[in-house]
C-alpha cells in the first residue's frame, strides 16, 4: 500500500450513526439474520420483557395473537412500561424505551432483579425493524398510546382516557419488508413452541396465541413450571423416577 493511499484513512472515513439508525443499517448484529429467524427473534424479544414480568411477579399472562393483516400483537397484564417523563430524555419513558438502545430497566435502580433479557435493546430493535409499531400501556385505570413508522414517534404519547385494565402492555408491530425480504409472515407453530417453553420454564404464567388467519389458538400453563417440562421430555422413556428431583430456595433477594 503506498503512503498516499494510507494517509487517505482520516476523520471522513468515519461514520456517526444516531439513534436508530446503526439497527436499520446492521440489523443482523442485533437480531442475527434478516431472514425467517430474524422476523421470529422480534416476537421473542417483546415477549421476554413480558415473561420478565412473570417472573418479577408483576405478570400472570403473555397472549399473541398473530394479526390477518400480517402484524402481531403481544399482551400482558405487568406493570405497563411508565409512561412518565424521563429526565435524561425529556420524553415520555415509554417512547424513550421504544427508540433508544440500552434503555431498559435492567441495569440497576430496582427494575429487575432476574431477566430474561440483559441488554436494554430489544424494544428499540423491533420498532426500528418495523414499518409500524403501536404501544398501549394500562395504568392506573387510564390507557395510553403512541405510534411509531421505522422507529421515529408519529406524534406525542397520547392519554386515551380511562379503561377497564388497570395495568399492562400491548405491543403490536409488522416486520419492514425491507429488512426482511426473505418472508414477513409468522409462523404459527413457531410461536406455539415458543410459548410452550416459557409456560413450561416460568410457572403459574398462562401463555396464548391466536392466528386470526387460520382461527387457530392454543393455550398453556404449567403449575409445576421445569418439573412439569422435564415430565413431558420423559414421556416414551424408561425413567428413573417418576417424580424429577426439585429444589426452590431463595437466599437474601
Keep these: 500500500m503506498s503512503k498516499q493511499k494510507a494517509s487517505a484513512y482520516d476523520a471522513s472515513q468515519i461514520q456517526v450513526l444516531e439513534g436508530l439508525e446503526p439497527v436499520r443499517k446492521r440489523p443482523g448484529m442485533y437480531i442475527g439474520s434478516t431472514g425467517y429467524d430474524g422476523v421470529h427473534h422480534l416476537i421473542k424479544e417483546i415477549a421476554d420483557n413480558c415473561i420478565d414480568e412473570a417472573i418479577a411477579g408483576h405478570a400472570t399472562f403473555v397472549d399473541v395473537k398473530i394479526l390477518a393483516d400480517g402484524g402481531i400483537t403481544i399482551t400482558d397484564d405487568g ?3 411508565p409512561v412518565d417523563k424521563h429526565a435524561k430524555t425529556g420524553k415520555s419513558t415509554l417512547e424513550t424505551v421504544l427508540t433508544v438502545l440500552h434503555a431498559g430497566g435492567k441495569f440497576g435502580g430496582g427494575g429487575y432483579k432476574v431477566s430474561s433479557g440483559l441488554h ?4 428499540s430493535v423491533v420498532n426500528a425493524l418495523s414499518t409500524k409499531l403501536v404501544a398501549e400501556v394500562s395504568k392506573d385505570g387510564k390507557l395510553y398510546s403512541i405510534e411509531f413508522e421505522r422507529g421515529a414517534a408519529k406524534g406525542a404519547l397520547k392519554n386515551l382516557g380511562a379503561t377497564d385494565r388497570t395495568h399492562g402492555t400491548s405491543i403490536t408491530f409488522y416486520p419492514d419488508p425491507e429488512i426482511f425480504k426473505e418472508t414477513v409472515e409468522f409462523d404459527y ?3 406455539v413452541n415458543y410459548l410452550r417453553h416459557q409456560a413450561y420454564l416460568t410457572k403459574g404464567v ?3 396465541v391466536l392466528d386470526e388467519r387460520t382461527n387457530e389458538r392454543m393455550a398453556f400453563y404449567f403449575e409445576g413450571g421445569i418439573q412439569s417440562y422435564v415430565k413431558h421430555l420423559n414421556i416414551g422413556k424408561d ?3 417418576d417424580e424429577p428431583f426439585y429444589v426452590e430456595r431463595q437466599v437474601e433477594d
Design 120 to 123: 436494554g435493546v430489544g424494544s
Design 239 to 241: 425413567v428413573l423416577s
Design 189 to 191: 407453530k413457531w410461536v
Design 206 to 208: 398462562r401463555t396464548t
Design 79 to 81: 406493570r405497563g412500561i
